[in-house]
C-alpha cells in the first residue's frame, strides 16, 4: 500500500465540526496524545457551518427548567429518544451556553442588555439563543462558534489533519486498534490508536434537497456499521419546513413563527390549521408534511408555498432578524412587504449509532458524539439542539475516550489491500440517484416507492460486486429505506402515506447491524 504516513495516537477524533473539535479538546485537556482529523478544514466542515448558530437550553429561570426541557423533547420526540440521553441534555443545556459564553462566542442582546431569547416551534417556553452572525457570511453563521472553539483547540497539542477521509476503522478481538485514511492525492494514512471518536455528522447530502454541506454523506454510518456498532431510527430524517433556494439558498428562521409568520398556498390561504392543532405553531415534522402535501396537492408555487411575515411588526423583524432581513435586502426582497417563497428540504439525520450516555458505542474503544448518533432526538428534533448534542455529548466522549487505557498496540501494516477500499460510494452520488433518493424516500414515503428505490440500490449494490468495491453510502441508503418499510406507520419525521397513523405497536425503535456483510434489522419494543 501506498502509506505515506504511520502515525500513533491515543485518541483518534475523527471530524472537524463542533462534536469533534470538542471531544478533542476535552481529550486533550486530560493528557492525551490526540490526533483529529477531517475530510475540510477544521470548523468549516459538516453542519456545524451551515447551523443556525441558535441553541437551546435550560436556564432554570421562571418556567424555562430543565424538567420542561426534558418534557418538550421527549413530546418532540414521539417516543421513540432515549430517556437517558434526553435527561443528560436537558439538564447539561445550559453549561453549553456558558461554556460558548467562555471561549468568546458571541450572543445577541436586547437593548436592556440581557440575551435575547426566542420561542421556536416545538418548545412550551422561550428559550433559544442566537449567536451575532455581523461578522460572518449568512449561509455559514456557525462559524461564530467553531471559530472560538477552533481556537481553544489549537491552543493544546493536538494535531490537526485536514482533507484526510478515514475508508475503515481497524478492530481486533480487543476492539478497536486504529483506521485508514486517504487524502486527495490517494495517499494513505494509517493511525495506531485504541480510542476513536467518531463526530463525521449525518447523511443529508445524499438527498437531492438538502441544506447540508456536501460532506455530509454518511460514510461515518458505514465505518461505525462495519467495525460491529449498531444504528437506530434510521427511517427517521428530518425536514427543515422553510427553506429558500432561489434566488439564493437560505434556511428561513423557524423562529419567525413565534413572532407572527404564517405559511400560505398558492391561493394564499393559510393551510396549517387543516393539519396540526398548533397551525403555525406545529413542530418541524407536521409543517414540513403539510407543505409537502399542499404542493403534492396542487396548491404550491413552483414547488414551494409562501411564508408571509407581513403581520410581524417592521421595527421588530428588523431588530430580531436583522441578519436575515438584511440578506434578503440584497435581493430584492422586504420581509415587511414581501411573500417568499419556501419549500422543506432534508435538515438532520435523527437516526445514527446507538450509544450510552458516556457517547460509547458499545465497540470497545469506539465513542460516538454529533449527529452521527440516534437515540437523542427520537422521531423529531427541537430547534436548538443539535448543537448543545454536539458540545455535550462530544464533551463526554472526550472524557470517556480518556479513561481506562488497555492493551498495548503493535505497529503493523494493515492487510486490506487498497482496492477494496478506494471505492467510497462517492461516486455513485450522482445527480440521479440523490433526486431517486428525494422522490422514493424524502417526505411522503409509501410501501411502493420504498420497493422502487430499493431496486434502484440493489442494482447498484451488484455493479459495485462486480468490479469488488464497497459503497459506503449505498449501505447508508439501504439502512434508510429497509428501516421505513419496517415501520408501518407514520410517526414523527417519519410519513408512510399507506400507513397514516401513529401505531401504538411500533412504539419503539428499529436497530440495524452488519452481519457478514449483510443488513440485519430488529425491531425492539419500548418498555412502557
Not at 95 to 107: C, P
Not at 134 to 140: G, H, K, M, R
Not at 347 to 360: C, P, Q, R, S
Amino acid at each position: 500500500m501506498n502509506i505515506i504516513n504511520t502515525l500513533q495516537t491515543d485518541i483518534l477524533v475523527i471530524g472537524g465540526g463542533l462534536a469533534g473539535i470538542t471531544a478533542a479538546t476535552t481529550a486533550a485537556t486530560r493528557a492525551r496524545k490526540v490526533i483529529l482529523v477531517s475530510k475540510e478544514p477544521i470548523g468549516y466542515s459538516g453542519n456545524s457551518l451551515v447551523t443556525g448558530a441558535g441553541i437551546s437550553v435550560a436556564t432554570q429561570d421562571h418556567d424555562n427548567t430543565v424538567a420542561a426541557y426534558y418534557d418538550d423533547l421527549l413530546k418532540s420526540g414521539k417516543g421513540l429518544a432515549n430517556e437517558k440521553l434526553v435527561r443528560k441534555l436537558a439538564a447539561e443545556s445550559f453549561s453549553v451556553l456558558q461554556a460558548m459564553q467562555e471561549v468568546g462566542v458571541k450572543f445577541v442582546y436586547d437593548k436592556n442588555g440581557s440575551l435575547k431569547v426566542r420561542k421556536p416551534p416545538g418548545h412550551s417556553v422561550a428559550r433559544n439563543f442566537t449567536t451575532d452572525w455581523n461578522t460572518v457570511p449568512y449561509q455559514n453563521r456557525g462559524l461564530t462558534i467553531t471559530l472560538p472553539f477552533l481556537q481553544k483547540l489549537t491552543a493544546t497539542s493536538t494535531q490537526l489533519l485536514e482533507k484526510i477521509k478515514i475508508i475503515k476503522l481497524l478492530h481486533d478481538e480487543h476492539g478497536i486498534r486504529g483506521a485508514l485514511g486517504v487524502d486527495r492525492q490517494k495517499k494513505y494514512y494509517h493511525f495506531i490508536t485504541r480510542r476513536i471518536i467518531l463526530a463525521t455528522g449525518g447523511t443529508g447530502f445524499i438527498f437531492a434537497k438538502t441544506n447540508n454541506t456536501s460532506d455530509a454523506v454518511g460514510d461515518g454510518l458505514a465505518l461505525a456499521l462495519e467495525a460491529g456498532c449498531r444504528l437506530q431510527d434510521m427511517e427517521q430524517i428530518q425536514f427543515y419546513p422553510t427553506m429558500m433556494f432561489e434566488p439564493e439558498k437560505i434556511p428561513i428562521a423557524g423562529s419567525l413563527f413565534g413572532e407572527g409568520a404564517i405559511l400560505l398556498n398558492k391561493n394564499k390561504e393559510a393551510f396549517m390549521a387543516r393539519y396540526d392543532a398548533q397551525a403555525d405553531m406545529a413542530t418541524r415534522d407536521k409543517m414540513a408534511q403539510a407543505i409537502f402535501l399542499e404542493i403534492q396537492q396542487g396548491r404550491g408555487i413552483d414547488g414551494c408555498v409562501y411564508m408571509d411575515c407581513q403581520g410581524i411588526n417592521k421595527e421588530k423583524l428588523q431588530a430580531r432578524f436583522a441578519n436575515l432581513y438584511k440578506e434578503l435586502k440584497r435581493h430584492k426582497l422586504d420581509l415587511t412587504q414581501n411573500l417568499i417563497r419556501i419549500t422543506p428540504a432534508v435538515h438532520f439525520t435523527l437516526g445514527g449509532v446507538v450509544i450510552d450516555e458516556k457517547a460509547y458505542t458499545g465497540v470497545p474503544g469506539l465513542y460516538a458524539a454529533g449527529e452521527i448518533c440516534g437515540g437523542v432526538h427520537g422521531a423529531n428534533r427541537l430547534a436548538g439542539a443539535a448543537l448543545v448534542e454536539a458540545y455535550i455529548f462530544g464533551k463526554q466522549a472526550g472524557i470517556s475516550a480518556s479513561e481506562n487505557f488497555g492493551h498495548a498496540l503493535k505497529i503493523h501494516e494493515p492487510e486490506v489491500l487498497p482496492d477494496k477500499l478506494f471505492a467510497l460510494g462517492q461516486a455513485q452520488l450522482t445527480k440521479e440517484f440523490r433526486t431517486a433518493m428525494w422522490k422514493n424516500v424524502s417526505l411522503i414515503r409509501s410501501e411502493h416507492t420504498l420497493l422502487e428505490m430499493q431496486e434502484y440500490i440493489n442494482s447498484l449494490k451488484a455493479a459495485l460486486h462486480a468490479s469488488r468495491q464497497r459503497g459506503l453510502i449505498l449501505t447508508v441508503a439501504e439502512a434508510i429505506v429497509e428501516s421505513a418499510l419496517l415501520r408501518k406507520e407514520s410517526r414523527g419525521a417519519h410519513y408512510r402515506s399507506d400507513y397514516p397513523n401513529l401505531d401504538t405497536a411500533f412504539n419503539g425503535n428499529i436497530q440495524c447491524w452488519l452481519e457478514d456483510g449483510e443488513l440485519q434489522y430488529k425491531f425492539r419494543k419500548k418498555v412502557q
